[in-house]
């Protein structure tokens, strides 16, 4: 079972990224897929989630109205689209999954992508 996380780069403040996290090894549809990251210095953060069951998502504050999460399970892919990046969105961006509905708890996941940098310059 593996994560791949992808789609991290350097972009200027303002700008948009798109992550991926494409799934393998098994079916994560029903699975919540969160996406975490982890600055320079600083603790792991909760940044987004969505649930398996009804697909709602949740945001920490920091992101809310700039990144939106979703999902193909189909595909066994989920994304995280982020605008209007800031250099404080830089980071380490980690997808996880967890067998929870939905938990922020990165200890509730179980399944872990290898992470992908972002770098917002100002």
């Known amino acids: 079972v593996q994560l791949q996380a992808s789609g991290g780069g350097l972009v200027q403040a303002g700008g948009s990224l798109r992550l991926s996290c494409a799934a393998s090894?098994?079916?994560?549809?029903?699975?919540?897929m969160g996406w975490f990251r982890q600055a320079p210095g600083k603790e792991r953060e909760f940044v987004v989630g969505?649930?398996?069951?009804?697909?709602?998502?949740y945001y920490a504050d920091p992101v809310k109205g700039r990144f939106t999460i979703s999902r193909d399970n189909a595909k066994n892919l989920a994304y995280l689209q982020m605008n209007s990046l800031k250099p404080e969105d830089t980071a380490v961006y980690y997808c996880a999954t967890s067998p929870r509905r939905f938990t922020r708890n990165g200890n509730e996941y179980d399944y872990w992508g290898q992470g992908t940098l972002v770098t917002v310059s100002s």
């Open positions: 090894g098994r079916s994560f549809s029903r699975n919540s």
């Open positions: 969505i649930s398996w069951f009804d697909v709602n998502t």
